[in-house]
């Protein structure tokens, strides 16, 4: 089992390497000039999959460190167990941060909230009840099994549960807040088998998830959920949509029924000319305690009232605006940074790309060749399958149709 100085060694290294990705993305962002973007990208390449085997590294060690302190402390409490009632229930957290802005759309299969596995060691089956509650936020879940007699192949089930968050409870949270999760296994007719409490952190209303830490082990990605932030059907939206169409030689948007390149300069023309926005070039950031990654973000009626947004915030407006014109956006997430994709034909599997921070400042074709040169370098070092999380485009189809994922508003 690895020691504590291994752990902070590995801690120190993983904080350095931030710190130097930290800058070079920095440059990556504030650079337009295609030349030095192509030597600053090799170099932020290079220091993400340094990064990328450091943190797998110290993954590994605390995970064994925390499996052996969990092994230790069931082994030393006084609970009830196999040897006094021939049960016994293992808790498991699965989702150290919840994302309350989302978690409504969340698939208890895939990203549950906790785990439970429980075992019958009697000859005999047991009905048990399973119950989970975020305290004052959300309703119980419930689940009733039945456990087959020891030996048999239903002696041993595992429950996942994802308790039903309280909307006006959860409406007023804006900055990280600690939460208690309690979990109570009983059997039917019998005595409680086991109460734990484990304690959340509840993520503020406007922090889009990146990634989640499962404190069984690894992130859970959960990038394709800024898809809820694209909202297509806004009045806001609807309105800036006519002042695009506007600057269409054609004047009107038609989707895959007229030249797509013609709508997309449109769009991007009509941000730069009457939205006004200021552009922010700031990277996508990790909470302080380094269990989420995520991002606090503006919906796109916030980006067009305030007039100001970062990489993430000007990705979803332009999506915004490219679903409701009937085109099919994506949403690409690569190291540090956000932008904005498009398919070039319908279900053509063809994609262009454009960097949104550079409404501001440059022409049309300009943003669309950096945003083509940084999909070109990440989609390639993504095909390094332990590099995969390096580039992830999430077509706005694909988010409503396959994973159910629907606009927040």
């Known amino acids: 089992m690895p020691d504590s100085s291994e752990i902070s060694n590995l801690r120190q290294r993983r904080y350095e390497l931030r710190l130097r990705a930290a800058l070079v993305q920095q440059s990556v962002l504030q650079t337009t000039d295609p030349d030095r973007l192509a030597g600053l990208l090799a170099e932020a390449g290079d220091l993400e999959a340094e990064l990328a085997g450091v943190e797998a590294a110290l993954q590994a060690a605390e995970t064994s460190v925390s499996q052996a302190a969990r092994v230790e402390r069931i082994r030393t409490a006084v609970t009830r167990s196999m040897a ?3 049960l016994e229930a293992r808790v498991k957290l699965r989702m150290a941060h919840v994302p309350t802005a989302i978690y409504h759309l969340l698939d208890e299969a895939t990203d549950p909230l906790v785990e439970i596995t429980v075992e019958n060691g009697d000859l005999k089956p047991r009905r048990l009840r399973i119950l989970s509650r975020l305290e004052g936020y959300s309703a ?28 006006e409870r959860i409406q007023p949270i804006h900055e990280l807040t600690r939460a208690t999760v309690s979990v109570c296994v009983e059997e039917i007719g019998g005595a409680l088998e086991t109460h734990e409490t484990l304690t959340v952190w509840l993520l503020a209303r406007n922090a889009a998830p990146l990634a989640v830490r499962d404190p069984a082990g690894g992130w859970v990605d959960l990038s394709r959920y800024f898809g809820a932030f694209v909202t297509p059907n806004r009045r806001e939206v609807m309105l800036f949509l006519r002042r695009a169409a506007d600057r269409h030689p054609e004047r009107q948007l038609s989707g895959y029924q007229s030249d797509v390149a013609l709508q997309v300069r449109a769009i991007y023309e009509a941000l730069k000319q009457d939205a006004q926005i200021t552009y922010v070039n700031s990277l996508i950031a990790f909470n302080p305690d380094e269990s989420a990654r995520g991002q606090r973000v503006r919906l796109p009626r916030e980006t067009l009232e305030e007039k100001q947004a970062n990489c993430i915030d000007g990705t979803l407006l332009f999506a915004s605006l490219l679903e409701a014109a009937t085109l099919n956006p994506a949403i690409v997430i690569v190291p540090g940074h956000a932008f904005v994709g ?24 300009e943003a669309r060749t950096i945003g083509r040169q940084k999909a070109a370098f990440w989609e390639k070092q993504a095909a390094s399958p332990e590099k995969a999380h390096a580039f992830r485009r999430w077509s706005l189809r694909d988010l409503r149709t396959v994973h159910g994922i629907t606009p927040l508003e």
Not at 149 to 159: L, P
Not at 351 to 361: A, F, K, N, Q, V
């Open 84 to 86: 006094t009632t021939k």
């Open 140 to 167: 119980d879940a419930v689940d009733t099994i039945e456990l087959e007699g020891r030996g048999k192949a239903g002696a041993t089930r595992t429950i996942t549960q994802l308790p039903t968050l309280f909307p």
């Open 342 to 365: 498009w398919e070039t034909g319908p279900n053509s599997g063809a994609w262009d790309y454009l960097e949104t921070t550079m409404i501001g400042s440059n022409a049309f074709e």
